[in-house]
């Protein structure tokens, strides 16, 4: 089984609807990651989450939500969808110890378009 | 601020031909360096690090070397496969950031038979 999955892997949706998109890990990692790809724009972070009662912005947070539900569990969501934010999202995380920080772990990542 | 710049794609080589993709930083404290690479429908993966100057990272028959003076962490391979075909990231992390990883764009790799 894979250690970071994400929900749903593809999602089709209209402007101005509520998307939520779920990342689970069963590598008992602390820290959690959501990062959106864009083409010829590499990776960008949303927000991060260091544990439980921790969050934190990234660089791109606008228009997107995040929630912490457990250790292993980190919510995505769009709370009204616009055009611009089609496009491929990652989850990752990273672990305990100052070298473990050092790599993280990705999910297979989400393809999200709105239309 | 921190940034990674990698040289841009796509990269069209035959099999067995030898790789370099150029990756030059600028961070406003001490990174580590890391190549990351995403094959086809899959998340990124990391390929290799190095955390001080003058440390070779290498795996799978791919080397980078940090490069204090010149700020640079080109990813090599002598000898190209097929199976290597994939996109590749740079990316940086400045200790004690709160930011965790900086990535550059990314260079996609298509190796041919």
Same mark, same amino acid.
């Given at each position: 089984?894979?250690?970071? =999955?994400?929900?749903? $892997?593809? $999602? ?13 890990? =069963? ?8 990062? $959106?790809?864009?083409?010829? !724009?590499?990776?960008? !972070?949303?927000?991060?989450? /260091? ?15 995040? &929630? ?6 980190? &919510? ?13 999202? /990652?989850?990752?995380? &990273? ?10 772990? /990705?999910?297979?990542? =989400?393809? !999200?378009?709105?239309? | 601020?921190? @940034?990674?710049?990698?040289?841009? #794609? ?21 990174? @580590? ?7 086809? #429908? ?6 290799? +690090?190095?955390? %001080? ?6 795996? %799978?028959? *791919?080397?980078?070397?940090?490069? %204090?003076?010149?700020?640079? *962490?080109?990813?090599? +391979? #002598? ?9 590749? *990231? ?6 004690? @950031? ?6 550059? @764009? #990314? ?7």
């Amino acid at each position: 089984d894979a250690d970071v =999955t994400q929900t749903p $892997r593809n $999602r089709i949706t209209k402007t101005g609807k509520r998307i939520m998109l779920e990342c689970s890990q =069963t590598k008992g990692h602390d820290r959690m990651y959501w990062y $959106r790809q864009d083409p010829g !724009l590499g990776l960008r !972070l949303i927000y991060y989450s /260091f544990d439980v009662k921790d969050i934190n912005k990234g660089e791109i947070s606008d228009g997107y939500s995040v &929630s912490r539900q457990a250790q292993a569990k980190f &919510s995505l969501s769009l709370e009204s969808a616009i055009p611009n934010q089609t496009a491929l999202y /990652f989850c990752a995380t &990273s672990g305990q110890g100052a070298r473990s920080y050092n790599e993280q772990f /990705f999910g297979p990542g =989400t393809r !999200l378009t709105v239309l | 601020g921190d @940034s990674v710049t990698q040289m841009e #794609g796509p990269v069209t080589l035959s099999e067995e031909a030898f790789l370099t993709i150029n990756c030059t930083y600028t961070a406003t404290g001490y990174p @580590s360096l890391f190549w990351y690479v995403q094959y086809p #429908g899959e998340g990124l993966q990391l390929l290799l +690090k190095a955390t %001080k100057a003058d440390d070779k990272g290498s795996n %799978k028959g *791919f080397e980078a070397t940090y490069r %204090k003076e010149t700020t640079s *962490f080109h990813l090599e +391979k #002598g000898s190209v496969q097929v199976s290597d075909s994939a996109v590749y *990231f740079c990316a940086l992390r400045v200790s004690g @950031s709160a930011r965790q990883l900086t990535f550059g @764009s #990314g260079t996609q790799l298509t190796v041919l038979p």
